[in-house]
Structure formats: C-alpha cells, structure tokens
C-alpha cells in the first residue's frame, strides 16, 4: 500500500524516482511544509461528501489538491497515532498503544522524527504549536524537544482552562462543565480559546519566518475534541434539524469486553445530569442529536480558522513555495454503534481526511481511493522533497509489507 501511494506520487509529480538527492537542496524555498492536525476529525468535510458540512476553506484548499478518501490512522487514539504518524513507526514497533512511555527511553527505539529528520538532513526551521506530539509522557513532556524541533513548541495558555466552568446550563443558574459548549468568545478567560491562541502562533511565526530557511511547521488545532467548546456563532450553519442519528444501536451480542462506555463523556456536567445507567444506557437522542450538532459545529469553527492561516500564506506569499497536508490523528464516533468516542476499530473511528496541496504539481481536486496510511506521511514527505528514505524507512516497509498483508 506504501509503495502504491508513492507510484501514484511518482506520476502526479513526474518526478524520476532516481533523481534523490542528498545534498542541501532546499535554498530555493520552494519545500515549505505546513502540517496541519486536527485533533479527533473524522472526514465530516464538505469536500468529502458529507452534506451536513459546513467547511468552505478547507473544501476549497481540496480543490487544488489530492484528497485521499480511505486514509487511516494507525490506532483511535492520540499519544500512539501522533507517534506513529511522527516517526513512521506503528505502535507494534513503539510499543505504545496508550500514553505512558516514550520511544526514545529505549535505546533500540530511538526513531527519527519527520521534522527531526528534515531539520537534521535539510536544515529545516521546524516548529511545533498546539497539539502535535500529545502531550506528557509520550513526548517526555517536551514535544520530543529538543530533537524534533529548531523553536520551542509553542502550547497556548488558556489550555489551563479546559476544564473550568464556562458552559451554560439548561436552567441557566450556574456555569457548567458540559460535554456540549457552544460559548461567546468574548466573555472566556483571557478573551480567547485555545485554537485562536493557536491560530495567532502560527500567522506570527509566518510573519517572523526568515527565508533563509524552508520551513516545517505543524499546527494542532486541538477542536473537535470533547469538550466541544467553540464560539456560539458557528451554530448558525447547523440547525438541529438536519442531524439524524445512524446505526444507533449495539451491534448484535456485543460484550463488554468489546465495548468502550465513554467514560470521558460521563465526567462532563451534561451527562451527569442525564443520569445514565452505566454502561449499556443510551444517551437519549434528543440529547445526542446536539452532540452531533455541535461537533459539526466545532468543526466549522476550526474550518474558519484553517481559513485564516491559509490566507496568511498567500498575503506572505508563501502559497506557492508551502505544500500544505491536512490531517487527523484519528476519527470519532458519532453515534453509530451506540458510542461515542474513538477508541474502537469501528470505521468512523480510525478513517481520517487527508488532503495534500503541492503547489504547481496539485492544481485541480484529485481523489485517491486507495487505502493510504498516516504512517505513510513521512517518507512521502522525504521523497517530496527529494530527500533519501532509505535509511529511514526501507527496513520499517519491507517488515511491514508482511504484515499488511
Ligand atoms: C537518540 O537520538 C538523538 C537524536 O538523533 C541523539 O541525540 C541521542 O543521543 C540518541 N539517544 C540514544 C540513547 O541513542
Ligand atoms: C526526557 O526528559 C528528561 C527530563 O527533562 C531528560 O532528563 C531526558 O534526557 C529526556 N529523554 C531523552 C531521551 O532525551
Ligand atoms: C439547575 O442546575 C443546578 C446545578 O447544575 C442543578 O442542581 C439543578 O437541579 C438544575 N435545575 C433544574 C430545574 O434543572
Ligand atoms: C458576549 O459577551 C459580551 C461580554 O460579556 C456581551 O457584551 C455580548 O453581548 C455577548 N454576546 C452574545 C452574542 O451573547
Ligand atoms: C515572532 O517575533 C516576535 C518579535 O521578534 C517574537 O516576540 C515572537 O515570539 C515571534 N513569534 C513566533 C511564533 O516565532
Ligand atoms: C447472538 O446470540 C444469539 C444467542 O446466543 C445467537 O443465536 C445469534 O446467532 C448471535 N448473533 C450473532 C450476530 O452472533
């Protein structure tokens, strides 16, 4: 599967496969990455086909660009897909399916990074803002600082926030921790939210980047992922009537040991006042329908500011020198099959968008149908910009064409 998305590369560039070269070959600036995660986004994306999407400057950045249509990650879960989609490693080879250790501790895994491998072989300025690595133990509370990166990572202040108490509540009485938190901006700690706090961080370092140097930067906008705050106004695009829940129910004979009861979930305010019998009550649709709606909505909000970065890079001229990638550390249950997290293998919870623009080489929307991988990120970023991948990569694809199988 690797090998068949760098054929498909191969062609859509016209580049000879042959023609790797190692030296420092970047000083033309023409190689800028902008590495764009959003945190637990499944393809809910207009130019996806999701018609219950309101995403119009990410479905118009698919317009010049290869959209892959079964891309998936390596697990539902942040720590071992961030790591994996990283170090072009899967979890089987970090040993990380949860959150508590670092690949670096044990020598025998000391794997490169994708920006840690374009600093080191390219002299790439690479920075990190927002939710890239995960944060803690899986990135030995440091975003893998100071390997993978030139610029301290850059983690925005009202993060503390998250779970302070800033929804409203039915009755209105008193603020709450909700699951569902549509807010006004205006009236948050600091006057802000996380994501803006990232959107800024990352138009700054656009205006500040010297073009001594090409650059690598990854932006983790941290929304759709629960709590689903976001500016109220974003509602606007999603009335409640057009959300229907499917497949909401268990799949035949599920046990325990199959099911994941969102505990997540339950720890927000909201979901306590609904008082579910743990763990086979369903949330109750009324109430689910919202959550799907606000997801959209959160996903809106994200979109406009996916927006706003885009048009910095074309006001700083750098549009035609910057290959963007948007992508996902993994999807999300909305409903289907009674749950709501990611966790699980089910479909909806490991596909991913993954939308690719290379400037002057993606000038109309492509889809690729394949089935692409995020471990196949970073040697199809290497090879882009003509860097070897031998030495990285050849031993993890020939062990891992076996397995894939
Ligand atoms: C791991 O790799 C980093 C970066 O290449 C290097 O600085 C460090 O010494 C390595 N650590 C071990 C234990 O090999
Ligand atoms: C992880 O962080 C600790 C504390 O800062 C540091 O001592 C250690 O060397 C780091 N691990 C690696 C592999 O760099
Ligand atoms: C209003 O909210 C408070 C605090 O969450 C709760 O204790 C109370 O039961 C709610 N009242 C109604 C009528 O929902
Ligand atoms: C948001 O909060 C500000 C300040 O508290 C207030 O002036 C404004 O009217 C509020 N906007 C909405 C839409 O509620
Ligand atoms: C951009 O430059 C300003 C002024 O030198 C500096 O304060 C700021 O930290 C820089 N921001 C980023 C994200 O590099
Ligand atoms: C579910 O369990 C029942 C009773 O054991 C069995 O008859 C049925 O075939 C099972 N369904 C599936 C899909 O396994």
């Excluded at 509370?141 to 610029?151: L, N, R």
């Excluded at 369903?282 to 919202?290: C, G, L, M, Q, S």
């Excluded at 549009?319 to 990611?342: M, P, R």
Aim: net charge positive.
């Amino acid at each position: 599967m690797v090998y068949k998305w760098f054929l498909f590369f191969l062609l859509l560039l016209k580049c000879n496969a042959n023609k790797i070269n190692n030296n420092n070959n970047n000083n033309n600036n023409n190689n800028n990455v902008l590495l764009i995660l959003v945190d637990d986004l499944r393809p809910a994306l207009g130019c996806y086909g999701d018609l219950n999407a309101y995403t119009p400057n990410i479905d118009k950045l698919a317009e010049k660009s290869v959209v892959f249509t079964r891309a998936y990650a390596q697990q539902a879960l942040c720590a071992p897909s961030r790591n994996s989609l990283l170090t072009s490693r899967r979890p089987d080879t970090l040993h990380l399916y949860d959150f508590y250790s670092y690949w670096r501790d044990n020598n025998k895994n000391n794997y490169t990074t994708l920006p840690q491998y374009l600093k080191e072989n390219a002299g790439y300025a690479t920075k990190s803002i927002g939710k890239v690595f995960h944060p803690g133990i899986s990135s030995n509370y440091s975003d893998d600082s100071p390997y993978s990166w030139t610029d301290v990572p850059f983690h925005p202040v009202t993060d503390k926030y998250k779970n302070t108490r800033v929804c409203f509540n039915n009755n209105a009485s008193e603020l709450a921790r909700n699951l569902v938190c549509p807010v006004n901006v205006t009236s948050m700690p600091r006057f802000t939210l996380p994501d803006l706090e990232n959107l800024n961080a990352a138009k700054q370092y656009l205006s500040n980047y010297s073009k001594l140097k090409p650059f690598f930067l990854a932006v983790g906008f941290e929304k759709p992922h629960i709590p689903l705050k976001y500016p109220e106004e974003y509602l606007k695009f999603h009335p409640l009537s057009k959300f229907k829940l499917k497949n909401y129910y268990w799949p035949e004979n599920i046990t325990s040991l199959g099911y994941n009861p969102w505990i997540d979930l339950r720890q927000r305010d909201d979901i306590i006042n609904l008082d579910l019998k743990f763990p086979w009550e369903k949330i109750p649709e009324k109430f689910a329908v919202k959550i799907i709606q606000s997801y959209y909505a959160a996903v809106s909000y994200i979109d406009s500011l996916i927006g706003e970065l885009l048009k910095k890079l074309i006001e700083l001229k750098l549009d035609k020198s910057t290959t963007v990638i948007l992508t996902s550390d993994h999807g999300w249950s909305l409903g289907e099959h009674s749950l709501w997290a990611k966790y699980s293998n089910f479909d909806v919870a490991v596909r991913v968008p993954l939308i690719v623009s290379i400037p002057k080489k993606t000038k109309s929307q492509v889809y690729v149908k394949s089935i692409v991988e995020l471990v196949d990120l970073f040697p199809t970023i290497a090879e882009l910009i003509k860097l070897p991948i031998d030495s990285i990569s050849t031993t993890r694809i020939d062990s891992n064409m076996e397995t894939k199988q």
